[in-house]
């Protein structure tokens, strides 16, 4: 079955550290971008970070520049995501999903998605 | 680029033709995808590239338009798609719309 499975969320304190994992199966992983999307309670979507298939090309959300590192590990068929300097506004639904980007160029998009793993941050 | 959509939210009944719009704050070509968000569960692809289908998608969904304006439409509201819809611009940096609820009346 082709399927995202994120691990890791849980309650951590302000300035603490959480590391989420993605298990990905069903399809040759390390063909396809892979990215990280958040949702605040009761919010809209946020993109986080995307990760290029040899996981050398990363683009972070400006929010989380220099505190949350993306990385994969394309023989283990998983996506990582490594939260430092936690803040309450980081608290959400984090989601793993995958990115497509379809001959002829019109964009990508994220065609997969995990359930999501939720990360509460508070004291 | 901004993303808006209109309206926030609607409500609406079974069989009913809704149309939803996001806006961008200058030209995205087509780039524009739409997904699709019961409560509770992850979001889910609609659209891509402003009007193509995504397989496995209901026919009963379509988008149109290109550069500023886009549109999401169902011809026939179901009961399963009382969700709220999410655009999302791929032209630059990334960014989701801020979504519309669809509800029942």
């Known amino acids: 079955e082709v399927q995202l499975v994120e691990s890791g969320g849980g309650l951590v304190q302000p300035g603490g550290s959480l590391r989420l994992s993605c298990a990905a199966s069903g399809f040759t992983f390390n063909s396809y971008w892979m990215g990280w999307v958040r949702q605040a309670p009761g919010k809209g979507l946020e993109g986080v970070a995307n990760i290029r298939q040899d996981g050398n090309q990363i683009y972070y959300v400006d929010s989380v520049k220099g505190r949350f590192t993306m990385s994969r590990d394309n023989a283990r068929n998983s996506l990582y995501l490594q939260m430092n300097s936690l803040r309450a506004e980081d608290t959400a639904i984090y989601y793993c999903a995958r990115l497509v980007v379809p001959p002829p160029i019109v964009g990508w998009f994220f065609d997969l998605w995990g359930r999501g793993t939720l990360v509460t941050v508070s004291s | 680029i901004q993303m808006t959509q209109s309206p926030s939210s609607l409500s609406a009944s079974v069989g009913d033709r809704v149309t939803i719009t996001c806006r961008a704050s200058e030209s995205i070509s087509n780039y524009l995808n739409w997904y699709q968000q019961i409560p509770g569960k992850a979001p889910n692809l609609l659209i891509y590239g402003a009007s193509s289908l995504q397989s496995g998608v209901p026919a009963r969904f379509s988008g149109a338009g290109w550069g500023t304006d886009f549109t999401l439409t169902i011809s026939s509201l179901q009961p399963e798609d009382f969700a709220t819809y999410y655009c999302?611009?791929?032209?630059?940096?990334?960014?989701f719309g801020p979504g519309t609820k669809v509800d029942i009346k």
């Open positions: 999302q611009q791929t032209y630059r940096t990334p960014l």
